[in-house]
């Protein structure tokens, strides 16, 4: 264990509080995952979620070790290429894509042969904010053109986010937040900032419109869905996501300050996603009020560490890596308790490293491990200089200890000649 350990390099606040939420989440979903073992017949017994749940997390850790021992300037050159493949990707899931928990969008892609699932929105999101890094890396030191930084920036952007935005509109609105919140920290003209965001909404408000144009096409199936979740939260509409909402309001006013105890969550039994997207209710149901603040606090030490990390790059292009994947982590994290108190409408965002998933999971995991390869590389840049220094300071000591030895020897050799000559003298003084 301790070789283990001492193996694990870069930032250890980072390690710390990500391997905290991982082993705080296995409570909750054991808890929370009651509902979905007696669904379709099933005999209630949550411990096969449990150990599904500890595959994942052990195979996030294994990613995480794997990506920080990549040198981080390597994605910078993989996101080019990575992209198109993306694309690809997005477009089979658009097409073929199935649900999974009785979800109402089509998001997920069967891997033939292997039986696995996986979302390819959240492999997109991770090579975008690389690629958009990347991109201000190089452009930091010149003058930024618009229509040049349409053709290699925005257009890859509103392609990707053009795959996404039919099927899941919430991880589309964040991953364009979380790329001109990029550009923007990168010094992007803010001139040219507003018409891309001017572009952005006219471009949304066209989909729109088309969906209202042809309301029976699959392809904009989700627009109604995004409208009455929107009617739902600005009026007092009954719907499912208002059902879901409730539960998860008494599920919160239940736990009070110090909830009802590892296990004992009530509401867990009829909320939908009560291990996904609504698992935060289910949190302060069982640990109330301490514990909800205590898994705030510790995204936000975790942001901090972030933030630290950054400023400690010495890169651009690491400092925006760490920034483009780091904070998109957090905010995801924020918009999930935010919907479960109600502050916004249904999502459908996950809460890293706590929910139960697959996907969310080793996505998040891939993004740390990187963030964490760019703290390895400070400190290893940090150590060598370190042991330069040590270096330098020995080498002048030898140097110093070299010169005492030769005057020594120089005052030696005049005595001996001082007291030969003395005889002499006298001799002569004679």
């Not at 350990?5 to 409570?27: C, H, P, Q, R």
């Not at 089509?106 to 890094?133: E, H, M």
């Not at 009026?235 to 008494?250: L, R």
Request: proline share 4%; net charge neutral; with cysteine.
């Amino acid at each position: 264990m301790k070789e283990l350990i001492s193996n694990l390099k870069g930032d250890k606040g980072i390690w710390s509080f990500v391997a905290l939420l991982a082993l705080f989440s296995f409570m909750p979903v054991f808890s929370a995952s009651s509902n979905l073992a007696y669904l379709g017949h099933g005999t209630g017994n949550t411990l096969g979620y449990l150990l599904k749940h500890l595959g994942h997390v052990v195979c996030g850790f294994a990613i995480i070790y794997v990506f920080h021992k990549i040198p981080y300037q390597y994605f910078r050159s993989f996101s080019r290429f990575l992209l198109p493949v993306v694309w690809l990707i997005l477009a089979i899931t658009m097409i073929k894509g199935t649900v999974i928990g009785g979800a109402n969008a089509s998001r997920w892609l069967q891997i033939p042969f292997i039986g696995i699932s996986f979302q390819p929105s959240a492999l997109a999101a991770l090579v975008l904010y690389i690629y958009v890094a990347r991109y201000l890396s190089k452009t930091r030191e010149t003058p930024i053109d618009f229509i040049e930084s349409v053709k290699e920036l925005w257009l890859p952007v509103f392609v990707t986010l053009m795959f996404i935005l039919p099927s899941n509109f919430s991880t589309t609105a964040l991953m364009f937040s979380m790329v001109v919140m990029l550009v923007f920290i990168g010094r992007y003209p803010l001139k040219y900032l507003s018409y891309i965001i001017g572009m952005g909404v006219v471009s949304l408000l066209f989909f729109v419109l088309l969906a209202k144009a042809f309301p029976d096409s699959k392809f904009f199936s989700r627009v109604a869905t995004w409208e009455s979740r929107i009617e739902n939260f600005t009026t007092d509409k009954p719907d499912e996501d208002d059902y879901q909402i409730e539960k998860a309001k008494i599920a919160i006013a239940s736990g009070r300050i110090y909830g009802l105890g590892p296990g004992k969550s009530v509401q867990k039994n009829f909320l939908p996603q009560s291990s996904s997207d609504f698992i935060y209710a289910i949190i302060v149901e069982e640990y109330g009020l301490l514990g909800g603040f205590g898994v705030l606090l510790l995204y936000l030490l975790l942001l901090f560490r972030f933030l630290v990390a950054s400023h400690k790059a010495k890169t651009t292009f690491g400092k925006l890596v760490v920034i483009g994947l780091g904070f998109p982590m957090i905010f995801q994290a924020m918009i999930n308790m935010a919907v479960a108190v109600e502050l916004l409408p249904v999502t459908g965002q996950t809460l890293p490293l706590i929910s139960s998933g697959g996907t969310s999971i080793w996505m998040t995991c891939i993004a740390l491990g990187i963030i964490i390869g760019v703290t390895k590389k400070e400190e290893e840049i940090e150590q060598e200089q370190k042991e330069a220094a040590k270096r330098e300071e020995a080498l002048q000591r030898l140097i110093d200890e070299k010169i005492l030895a030769d005057e020594e020897a120089l005052n030696q050799d005049f005595s001996i000649e001082d007291k030969m000559s003395n005889p002499m003298n006298a001799v002569l003084n004679k």
